[in-house]
């Protein structure tokens, strides 16, 4: 007879313990869902800056050159 009860007590506790409460794992899909909304608008601006820094490091390559050929005219020389 102890046998059995050991075995019907260990029986519950595996039942209790495999229990998730359905709220718990809605509020944990609901995180999930926001995390990855977050995640996609940070991956967008971080394009955005991409594109900014690329159309900047040309604006400067251009500007680079006009002052070297602005000095290179006037006889001075230019290092960057």
Do not use: H, W
């Not at 102890?2 to 506790?13: D, E, G």
């Not at 991409?50 to 006889?75: E, M, P, Y």
């Amino acid at each position: 007879m102890p046998r059995s009860r050991i075995l019907l007590l260990l029986v519950a506790l595996t039942g209790i313990s495999c229990y998730q409460d359905p709220k718990a794992q809605l509020d944990a899909m609901e995180e999930t869902l926001a995390l990855q909304s977050t995640l996609e608008e940070l991956g967008n601006r971080t394009t955005e800056l991409q594109f900014a820094v690329d159309s900047l490091r040309g604006v400067v390559a251009r500007q680079d050159t006009t002052i070297k050929a602005l000095a290179n005219l006037a006889g001075v020389r230019y290092a960057p």
